[in-house]
């Protein structure tokens, strides 16, 4: 028997349609579609701004380094300086003994 409420047509256009999945787009699927883009773009700009951030903060650290290495240098020098005279002085007491 065949129930009034069923529609033939229905029952035909699946047969006759190659799709296994319906075509229509429902509009929560749009909403989510949106919502999924807007989250990529707000990440992915957080992500660039951490970037830029670490960017200035290592450039930031390196000249710290390189001015700190030249402090160190000229420390260097300096005690150079003191050990050369040092080692005249103990010349000298050595060679004035003799």
């Known amino acids: 028997m065949t129930d009034p409420n069923r529609d033939d047509r229905d029952d035909n256009d699946r047969r006759s349609?190659?799709?296994?999945?319906?075509?229509?787009?429902s509009l929560t699927h749009i909403l989510s579609t949106i919502t999924i883009i807007g989250a990529l773009f707000i990440y992915f700009s957080d992500v660039n701004g951490r970037v830029k951030s670490n960017a200035l903060n290592i450039q930031h650290l390196q000249t710290?380094?390189?001015?700190?290495?030249?402090?160190?240098?000229?420390?260097?020098?300096e005690i150079?300086?003191?050990?050369l005279r040092i080692?005249?002085?103990?010349?000298?007491?050595?060679?004035?003994?003799?």
């Open 17 to 25: 349609d190659p799709w296994h999945i319906s075509r229509a787009v």
């Open 64 to 77: 710290t380094r390189a001015d700190d290495q030249v402090r160190t240098d000229k420390k260097f020098d």
């Open 80 to 83: 150079r300086g003191y050990m």
């Open 87 to 98: 080692e005249n002085k103990l010349d000298r007491v050595i060679e004035s003994d003799r």
